[in-house]
């Protein structure tokens, strides 16, 4: 066991820890939805941060250790699924570069397990993102990414009308398209990359 965590700590890599904090950062994408958690205060949610934040880590943290387990028993490839990840994540960095709606929810409740939590920041799109940086990032960096993510999500929860006072509405918008340019161009990273793995 100590051999492992010694292992694991060995494969810390700075770059790598970057790279997937910002990829995930710009998936879950906490700044493009401050109008949307504003929007749901107004309707009643009372937002805690602390709960979304936590909720969000561990199950982000579960798919990450569970997901590869699962793609085994159903005998799937991990750059098969990168390459259909970087797909689902391509259509994604669509909706947020075109303001088009391509995937659409349907999820009833109303609080910060659902639908803050899972499915708006630990859902699909940062599960794909998670297994399908597998095939390219060491475990260990995956999880410290998303705990830096979480701990940046907290942040923007937690200033979330001080974000929306001083930067509005417009700079929260050209944030998301720049978001969306970096996630289409890690898609068809993705997607290229482990097609030419594959073939």
């Known amino acids: 066991m100590l051999t492992y965590i ?9 770059m790598q820890i970057m ?13 493009g939805n401050v109008p949307v ?3 749901m205060e107004k309707q009643g949610t009372k ?3 602390w709960v979304v934040s ?23 490839r991990v750059e098969y699924f990168a390459v259909a990840g970087g797909f689902i994540i391509f259509l994604m960095a669509l909706e947020m570069i075109l303001d088009i709606t391509i995937f659409k929810a349907d999820v009833d409740g109303d609080g910060n397990i659902v639908p803050l939590a899972f499915p708006m920041y630990a859902g699909p799109g940062a599960f794909t993102a998670l297994i399908a940086m597998t095939a390219e990032y ?15 999500l907290f942040a923007v929860l937690a200033g979330t009308h ?7 509405k417009n700079t929260l918008y050209i944030i998301r398209k720049f ?16 097609l030419a793995i594959i073939f």
């Open 162 to 168: 001080w974000l929306m006072k001083y930067l509005g």
């Open 47 to 49: 937002i805690n941060p």
């Open 179 to 194: 978001f969306g340019i970096i996630v289409l161009a890690i898609a068809c990273q993705l997607m290229f990359g482990n």
């Open 37 to 39: 958690t504003i929007n």
């Open 138 to 152: 060491a475990v260990i960096n995956l999880v410290m990414a998303v705990l830096v993510c979480i701990v940046i």
């Open 6 to 14: 010694q292992s694991a700590f060995q494969s810390l890599d700075l």
């Open 54 to 76: 936590v909720v969000s880590a561990l199950i982000l943290l579960a798919f990450l250790m569970l997901g590869e387990t699962l793609m085994k028993i159903f005998g799937i």
């Open 19 to 31: 790279a997937a904090t910002f990829f995930l950062i710009a998936i879950i994408d906490p700044f």
